[in-house]
């Protein structure tokens, strides 16, 4: 199971089950088919925004309000199959019919670094602000994605 999906089942783990710690967290995993590290666990929990939290039944595990728009970020890195750039524009290629949607994410960023973006079916033309931070643009661009294109 890729990073996304994971990610997606353990927020639909915490929003059907009070989970006191990682350590239940991975058992509800297992029992959903899902065998997953304790140290890989930790890192998706870190990068969702999932905290410890006291409440009147004592700790546990519930969403951060500071990162509310993972989601999103994470279901957008799920339709881009790859990231390419050359030296004047970024290439994104996606699932059939996914473009718009990606050009749109990437547009609501308002990075002074993306000049605008123009979207097919299947492919995205990113326009640098400057062509002399397209290397940056581009990891900026996969940070944003949450995917390894």
Request: with cysteine; charged share 25%; aromatic share 4%.
């Amino acid at each position: 199971m890729n990073k996304q999906l994971r990610q997606l089942k353990v927020r639909e783990i915490l929003c059907q089950h009070d989970v006191g710690n990682q350590h239940d967290l991975m058992r509800l995993l297992n029992s959903a088919g899902i065998r997953v590290a304790q140290a890989t666990l930790s890192r998706d929990c870190n990068e969702i925004g999932v905290v410890r939290s006291r409440d009147s039944k004592g700790y546990r595990l519930v969403y951060s309000e500071k990162n509310p728009g993972w989601i999103i970020k994470g279901l957008v890195g799920v339709e881009v199959l790859s990231v390419k750039a050359n030296e004047t524009s970024i290439i994104i290629r996606t699932l059939p019919g996914r473009a718009h949607g990606v050009g749109s994410f990437l547009d609501e960023l308002k990075s002074p670094m993306i000049l605008g973006t123009i979207a097919g079916d299947d492919t995205v033309l990113v326009i640098p602000g400057s062509i002399k931070q397209i290397s940056e643009l581009v990891s900026y661009i996969k940070d944003n994605l949450s995917q390894n294109a």
